[in-house]
């Protein structure tokens, strides 16, 4: 336990935890999968289940992190020893590099547009930007640089103690990625064609029904943005004093991660249909490095906004990507006694390696961009196994441990001490006990079921 203190100096909840949530998942998750699973009847879905399967599993786990002060491991361990309750923190270790695994790639993405961007190197012609996105992405040596860029800046920083500073740094730049966000989607909004996009976002078609698979997708991304199910807002619970409340800061998290997402929704579909042809769901992951230079190339000072737009991307996705190798860093120094700098060496090698094929997956290698008898390449898998699954199953995990096995009363104990603000904890209880684990299992269950038959 004497190692957890120097893994970073103590910040505020709300800013470790907005820091850790808002990410690539809002401004290229959201956008991606809102497009892939046709629009606004999917965004209405993600909504339902930030509100109600997500806050109240949020609550949940930064009960069981300020009560425990450890990792997720260490956390079941102490609530109840000697059973096999670690094995749930093992899971959200696993899943840890998991996600980690293919974010890096991601964020890698980010890091080369903020060159790509101010040089010019991708024009804003609609054709030539998609290709430069396949161009880029299937060369390997590129691909595998800037991940491993990302990779290593987010061990340096967990390493060398300066995670406090980057957060505070990031909490005076997130307000100025909002406004350059309102900023995009007010230029968007007057683009030919923007009047479609917004249609596509904002008006459900409910003749569609939707597939267990796109229920599954909305709730594996609300999952995934506001970082939960894994173990780190367990970890964060920890920063957590007594008087900030619980309710109170994991409503504030959520209501920031989600104006954040739904804002990137109105610069990527109104700029996306002005380009003639557009298909959204047919772009897959680049959606937004496609659209977006077509969307700079159309504002005077393009290159300057996006630039900074890139550079802002890639902090937001760096203050992710600390908190995700922060789980598995923090459990093998509280469980297994490493030395930080031990646990953070071997765990950033183990997830570079696990990284490679996702960063090979877009056309560098054949074989992981199409993998044979699955039908999907090595980071859709790796998106569909973690995100999709691992997360939700994390969180169910979690309602039934907090509803069943440490109690209702004992997590109200914590979150309601020193007469904390907190709603309704009738209704709470009832949702971490029956509606949170129900509508988790139905929607897994039957989209495992539409898979198999
Ligand atoms: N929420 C972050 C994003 O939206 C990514 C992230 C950080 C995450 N920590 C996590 C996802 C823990 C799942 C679990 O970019």
Same mark, same amino acid.
């Given at each position: 336990?004497?190692?957890?203190g120097?893994?970073g100096?103590?910040?505020?909840?709300?800013?470790?935890?907005?820091g850790? !949530?808002? #990410? +690539? /998942?809002?401004?290229? $998750? *959201?956008p991606?999968?809102?497009?892939?699973n046709?629009? =606004?009847?999917?965004? &209405?879905?993600?909504?339902?289940?930030v509100?109600?399967?997500?806050?109240?599993?949020?609550?949940?786990?930064?009960?069981?992190?300020?009560r425990?002060?450890?990792?997720?491991?260490?956390?079941?361990?102490k609530?109840?020893?000697?059973?096999?309750w670690?094995m !749930?923190? #093992? +899971? /959200?270790?696993?899943? $840890? *590099?998991?996600?980690?695994?293919?974010?890096?790639?991601? =964020?890698?993405?980010? &890091?080369?547009?903020?060159?790509?961007?101010?040089?010019?190197?991708?024009?804003g012609?609609?054709?030539?930007?998609?290709?430069?996105?396949?161009?880029?992405?299937?060369?390997?040596?590129?691909s595998?640089?800037?991940?491993?860029?990302?990779?290593?800046?987010? !061990?340096g920083?967990?390493l060398?103690g300066?995670?406090?500073?980057?957060?505070?740094v990031?909490?005076?730049?997130?307000?100025?990625?909002?406004i350059?966000?309102?900023?995009?989607?007010?230029?968007?909004?007057?683009?030919?064609?923007?009047?479609?996009?917004?249609?596509?976002?904002l008006?459900?078609?409910?003749?569609?029904?939707?597939s267990?698979?796109?229920?599954?997708?909305?709730?594996g991304? !609300?999952?995934?943005?506001?970082s939960?199910g894994?173990?780190?807002?367990?970890?964060?619970?920890?920063?957590?004093t007594?008087?900030e409340?619980?309710?109170?800061?994991?409503?504030?998290?959520?209501?920031?991660?989600t104006?954040?997402?739904?804002?990137?929704?109105?610069?990527?579909?109104?700029?996306?249909f002005?380009?003639?042809?557009?298909?959204?769901t047919?772009?897959g992951?680049?959606?937004?490095?496609?659209?977006?230079?077509?969307?700079?190339?159309?504002?005077?000072?393009?290159?300057?906004?996006?630039?900074?737009?890139?550079i802002?991307?890639?902090?937001?996705?760096?203050?992710?990507?600390?908190?995700?190798?922060?789980?598995p860093?923090?459990?093998?120094?509280?469980?297994?006694?490493w030395?930080?700098?031990?646990a953070?060496?071997?765990?950033?090698?183990?997830?570079?390696?696990?990284?490679?094929?996702?960063a090979?997956a877009?056309?560098?290698?054949?074989?992981f961009?199409?993998?044979?008898?699955?039908g999907?390449?090595?980071?859709?898998l790796m998106?569909?196994v973690?995100?999709d699954?691992?997360?939700p199953?994390?969180?169910?995990i979690?309602?039934?441990?907090?509803?069943?096995?440490?109690?209702?009363?004992?997590?109200?104990?914590?979150l309601?001490?020193?007469?904390?603000?907190?709603?309704?904890?009738?209704?709470?209880?009832?949702?971490v006990?029956?509606?949170?684990?129900?509508?988790?299992?139905?929607i897994?269950?039957?989209?495992?079921?539409?898979?198999?038959?």
């Open positions: 336990m004497s190692d957890r120097t893994w100096s103590r910040v505020g909840f709300v800013l470790a935890g907005a850790s !949530a808002v #990410g +690539l /998942g809002n401004i290229w $998750g *959201f991606t999968r809102v497009g892939e046709g629009g =606004a009847a999917f965004v &209405l879905v993600y909504l339902v289940c509100i109600f399967i997500c806050l109240p599993i949020m609550i949940a786990e930064l009960a069981i992190g300020r425990t002060q450890s990792d997720p491991v260490g956390a079941y361990a609530l109840r020893p000697g059973t096999r670690w !749930a923190g #093992g +899971l /959200g270790v696993a899943a $840890g *590099f998991g996600v980690l695994s293919f974010y890096s790639v991601v =964020a890698g993405w980010a &890091l080369a547009y903020i060159w790509f961007s101010a040089s010019g190197a991708v024009s012609d609609a054709v030539e930007s998609a290709t430069f996105f396949t161009d880029f992405t299937s060369h390997a040596p590129s595998l640089f800037f991940t491993f860029v990302m990779l290593a800046a987010t !061990a920083i967990i060398g300066i995670r406090a500073g980057i957060e505070r990031s909490k005076l730049l997130m307000p100025v990625l909002a350059l966000l309102v900023v995009l989607a007010w230029h968007a909004s007057t683009l030919p064609g923007a009047a479609e996009g917004l249609a596509y976002y008006k459900p078609d409910f003749s569609k029904m939707m267990f698979g796109a229920l599954n997708a909305a709730l991304q !609300a999952f995934f943005s506001l939960l894994l173990g780190t807002m367990l970890v964060y619970g920890s920063y957590l007594k008087r409340g619980i309710a109170k800061s994991a409503i504030m998290v959520v209501a920031l991660d104006s954040l997402a739904l804002l990137a929704g109105f610069v990527i579909f109104p700029s996306g002005s380009i003639p042809g557009f298909d959204p047919s772009t992951p680049g959606l937004i490095f496609m659209v977006l230079p077509r969307l700079f190339a159309t504002l005077p000072g393009g290159q300057f906004f996006g630039a900074a737009f890139f802002l991307l890639a902090l937001a996705a760096l203050t992710s990507a600390i908190s995700l190798l922060e789980v860093v923090a459990h093998f120094i509280d469980s297994h006694g030395s930080r700098k031990r953070v060496v071997i765990v950033t090698t183990a997830t570079f390696a696990l990284a490679v094929p996702s090979l877009m056309g560098a290698s054949s074989f961009s199409d993998l044979p008898g699955i999907m390449d090595f980071q859709s998106i569909t973690w995100n699954f691992a997360l199953i994390g969180g169910l979690t309602a039934i441990f907090v509803g069943y096995v440490w109690r209702i009363d004992s997590a109200l104990e914590e309601l001490a020193e007469q904390a603000w907190f709603p309704n904890p009738k209704l709470w209880g009832w949702m006990r029956y509606a949170c684990p129900l509508a988790i299992f139905v897994i269950f039957m989209n495992i079921r539409s898979m198999i038959v």
